[in-house]
């Protein structure tokens, strides 16, 4: 992998996802916005909530695969976000709360990585007999969201979050 790399994960809201990666060790930025919808510009956070976009809350998190793995990132992911519902993540239901892992295009060291691990996820949940509904494929399109959404809970640190505080805690004294 090249020295530093990004992959783009969209968690249901993209503050929680933002927060827990940002705190990761070798996660060098976070970038909240919206990946994957149908508009060429106009893209704004109003307008990705009428639902009929396609767009996804994502984060895209730039990391140093030297400090942390593409592995270990999507092993944290899969354990705050529920990838057998589709549309939702706790309590944000629509269609851009979808739970999905994009990658640049051409990236085909990273691809194959996410495929194998999502395979993984999804034949863990099909053998329980449960769905997988997380989007795997190429990043088509990705739009910074307005700068009061970038690292909102930092910002508003008593602000909502699907992912617990315990999770996250979780999470990171895991890695």
């Known amino acids: 992998m090249a020295t530093i790399c990004s992959i783009y994960l969209a968690g249901g809201c993209f503050w929680g996802v933002e927060e827990l990666f940002r705190q990761i060790p070798g996660v060098v930025d976070t970038q909240v916005g ?12 109003e ?3 009428q639902g009929d976009t396609g767009f996804r809350e994502t984060v895209c998190v730039t990391f140093d695969p030297s400090v942390v793995s593409l592995e270990k990132i999507l092993w944290a992911f899969f354990r705050v976000v529920d990838p057998a519902v589709q549309n939702q993540q706790g309590n944000d239901v629509g269609t851009q709360y979808q739970t999905g892992i994009y990658w640049d295009a051409g990236d085909v060291e990273i691809g194959d990585v996410v495929r194998r691990v999502a395979g993984d996820e999804r034949d863990r949940l099909e053998a329980q007999g449960m769905p997988f509904c997380v989007e795997v494929h190429e990043l088509s399109s990705f739009f910074d969201a307005e700068e009061y959404h970038q690292e909102y ?5 008593g602000g909502y979050c699907h992912i617990s505080r315990m999770e996250m805690d979780e999470v990171l004294a895991s890695l």
């Open 34 to 45: 919206y990946a994957n919808g149908r508009l060429a510009q106009g893209v704004t956070y």
């Open 47 to 49: 307008r990705v909530c």
């Open 153 to 157: 809970l930092v910002k508003n640190p």
